[in-house]
């Protein structure tokens, strides 16, 4: 049982490049998101999805889509790498109402 | 909307001390659910604690106890005899019913705990 994974766990991207972020979870839950961590400000909420094919939009979505195929799978894309999307994100997994389960994170830097 | 607030940026307090970290909420929902987080400095993120806002009664789990208040919106954790072990970054996050379900968990900013032996 490994929880929540994500890849990769570091990348450095180029203004302007894309990439995509994977996050799987084998827990079977129904719900999953997207987060963000910026020195001083917290965790905040990029996407989520309440089900397989559903995706919403969080508190800072703007410059990211996701898409959510299958239920073990939160897919997060960069389409064009910016500068101010240099973070560490963070891909939750749940089922209602509990915790969130936590993946390790993935380093993103874009120069 | 929900908010939450943890004024306290950053504690240092010397090993064996007692310490509380704040956090405040807001909601305009009845039904809601209040946890706390653990980030230790390797950057995993360990769940604490949490809480139905139906139940008011104060948590104790070894040296971690939680005072939740629903009259001041305050749901805070007190850490006894503090370790080295518990420096970390500790947020406090927020989940209500309102806008169609639980789905949406809002976490504070986080307060830096450090630990001096």
């Known amino acids: 049982n490994a929880g929540v994974t994500q890849t990769p766990k570091f990348r450095v991207l180029k203004t302007g490049q894309s990439m995509t972020l994977l996050c799987a979870q084998d827990?079977?839950?129904?719900?999953m998101y997207w987060y963000r961590q910026d020195p001083g400000m917290g965790l905040r909420l990029i996407h989520y999805?309440?089900?397989?094919?559903?995706?919403a939009k969080g508190e800072v979505p703007d410059g990211y889509n996701v898409s959510r195929l299958k239920k073990q799978n939160f897919l997060l894309g960069l389409e064009s790498a910016a500068p101010s999307q240099t973070s560490v994100y963070f891909c939750?997994?749940?089922?209602?109402?509990?915790?969130?389960?936590f993946g390790p994170g993935t380093r993103l830097t874009v120069l | 909307a929900q908010k939450v607030t943890q004024a306290q940026t950053e504690i240092s307090v010397v090993e064996k001390e007692d310490v509380t970290l704040d956090c405040v909420y807001e909601?305009?929902?009845?039904?809601?659910?209040l946890f706390w987080y653990k980030q230790p400095p390797s950057g995993e993120l360990v769940f604490l604690i949490r809480?139905?806002?139906?139940?008011?009664q104060n948590e104790i789990s070894g040296r971690y106890s939680w005072n939740f208040q629903k009259s001041t919106s305050s749901f805070n954790f007190t850490i006894t005899a503090s370790q080295v072990v518990d420096s970390a970054v500790y947020f406090c996050?927020?989940?209500?019913?309102f806008g169609g379900g639980y789905q949406k968990v809002t976490f504070g900013t986080g307060t830096k705990l450090q630990v001096i032996p």
């Open positions: 939750a997994s749940r089922s209602l109402p509990d915790e969130q389960f």
């Open positions: 827990m079977n839950h129904e719900y």
């Open positions: 999805s309440v089900g397989e094919g559903t995706t």
């Open positions: 909601t305009r929902d009845t039904t809601y659910y």
């Open positions: 809480r139905n806002s139906f139940d008011e």
């Open positions: 996050a927020l989940s209500e019913a």
